[in-house]
């Protein structure tokens, strides 16, 4: 079974949870939405590979105890590859003993949960983690140069100017500020925005975009969004077009 993408809201931090208990992986998923990640599940090491191949979370659960690829084969294959080893992960599991907790630590994982577990202890464990992993997926102000994000009062500013926006391009900005000078494609952006579900098509973002950069661009203010042609959209490099 492949993974499905489950939701999207003010936080957008990736979270992936890799387990093959149904009720489970319900119960997190559940959770975890309701306080404001956006997340997949993968009930296999195989489908969670594919999965991060194709995007990068910013935090894995793994659970120990999976079918073909185990837990801790997943953990080792990740941080053996360049693009993946950073990835913060939590491995979950049903082994208690000290020579488990001590093997699933060498491996490479950030962290370790014995089943049973208190849901509220590992929501904490995950923002502890993300705080020093990737501190702007929690912080309520993002600021790039001159242009400043409050998610909570969901309000945009460029220097003294406060800049409109609708809910969309909101979103939109609020996704592309978590990566400044990051190439991020337009199938990203659909899917980090609209959710990979919406039935809207690639064009759907060069709108949003055109809409976006007249809000923000006044004058003779430089256009912080740069479009790289065949690949997607830059937000916050030095020279913009």
Not at 16 to 42: H, M, W
Not at 59 to 83: A, K, Q, T
Not at 172 to 189: A, N
Not at 210 to 224: Q, S, Y
Request: aromatic share 6%.
């Amino acid at each position: 079974m492949r993974a499905q993408y489950m939701g999207h809201d003010r936080m957008t931090a990736k979270l992936l949870i890799v387990e093959d208990d149904q009720a489970l992986s319900e119960l997190l998923r559940y959770n975890f939405e309701s306080e404001g990640y956006q997340v997949t599940v993968c009930e296999s090491g195989e489908d969670a590979e594919v999965t991060v191949s194709e995007e990068l979370p910013d935090i894995i659960l793994l659970d120990w105890m999976l079918p073909s690829v185990s837990g801790i084969e997943l953990c080792r294959r990740l941080r053996s590859n360049p693009e993946r080893r950073n990835i913060p992960i939590i491995l979950l599991t049903a082994r208690s003993e000290e020579t488990d907790k001590i093997r699933g630590l060498e491996t490479g994982a950030d962290d370790y949960v014995v089943k049973p577990f208190s849901v509220p202890e590992l929501i904490a464990r995950v923002k502890a983690i993300l705080r020093r992993a990737s501190p702007e997926r929690l912080a309520e102000v993002l600021k790039v140069a001159d242009i400043e994000l409050d998610r909570a009062a969901h309000q945009v500013t460029r220097g003294l100017r406060e800049v409109h926006l609708g809910p969309t391009e909101f979103r939109l900005l609020e996704y592309l500020m978590e990566s400044p000078g990051r190439v991020l494609s337009r199938t990203q952006l659909l899917d980090g925005v609209w959710g990979r579900d919406a039935f809207v098509d690639e064009r759907t973002v060069d709108v949003h975009i055109g809409r976006l950069r007249k809000a923000l661009n006044r004058g003779k203010e430089r256009d912080p969004i740069r479009t790289v042609r065949g690949a997607g959209y830059v937000f916050g490099e030095r020279h913009g077009s």
